[in-house]
């Protein structure tokens, strides 16, 4: 299996040599540096394999992890279950050119967070009619219970205002558009989750 990590940039759209334009999303992945190997056979029991990925301050980074890297500090460290490790060793690099244009990936990130929301904005409701003697009901959710049904209490999973967003999202079947080995970037099919600068977990179908 196939992976890297990547910063969200900017949309842009791309025309194919009929003509067809497609939405795009353009990312700057990796490089990363393989952190831990862990197998079957070691004391963790199962196959992964451990990156950091960008640089950060010493001060900023706790001791233990400090020593775990051997002193390199990194903002993120993050690990990919992989079924089999051969060919990755520590110290190794992982750079956008370990993908190809045209391959199948998945795609995860963290969703735009929107804080507190109304059920008109999180759920899609229509809010109360806009007519006579209607005051302040406009955007209100409306009955929640009552009625004898579920014995007159809110039953669970109903909908209602809340926190909205900021949810880990993963998008499947998008496609590696292209790939620059230069500069670090790839161009991937459709709209992925979060803001511009969000870390994107890219991995092959």
Do not use: C, W
């Not at 190997?37 to 980074?61: H, L, M, N, P, W």
């Not at 993050?78 to 045209?102: C, H, N, P, Q, W």
Request: charged letters at 25%; hydrophobic letters at 35%.
């Amino acid at each position: 299996m196939k992976f890297i990590l990547a910063r969200k940039g900017r949309m842009t759209q791309i025309f194919d040599e009929k003509g067809t334009v497609s939405a795009a999303t353009l990312v700057t992945a990796g490089p990363m540096v393989v952190t831990q190997v862990k197998g079957a056979d070691t004391k963790d029991g199962y196959s992964a394999i451990q990156v950091g990925f960008e640089g950060q301050k010493a001060q900023r980074i706790a001791k233990p992890v400090l020593g775990h890297t051997k002193g390199v500090p990194y903002k993120v460290l993050k690990e990919f279950r992989v079924e089999d490790t051969a060919g990755l060793a520590l110290g190794d690099e992982i750079k956008v050119d370990t993908f190809a244009e045209g391959d199948s990936i998945v795609v995860t990130s963290t969703s735009k967070g929107h804080g507190f929301a109304g059920v008109v904005k999180r759920h899609g409701f229509h809010g109360g009619r806009r007519s006579h003697g209607q005051k302040h009901s406009e955007r209100e959710p409306g009955s929640i219970g009552g009625g004898g049904r579920a014995g007159g209490r809110v039953i669970k999973g109903m909908r209602m205002g809340g926190r909205m967003g900021n949810d880990r999202v993963t998008i499947k079947n998008l496609r590696v558009l292209k790939v620059d080995a230069a500069t670090g970037e790839m161009l991937i099919s459709g709209a992925i989750p979060g803001a511009p600068g969000a870390l994107v977990e890219i991995r092959s179908m």
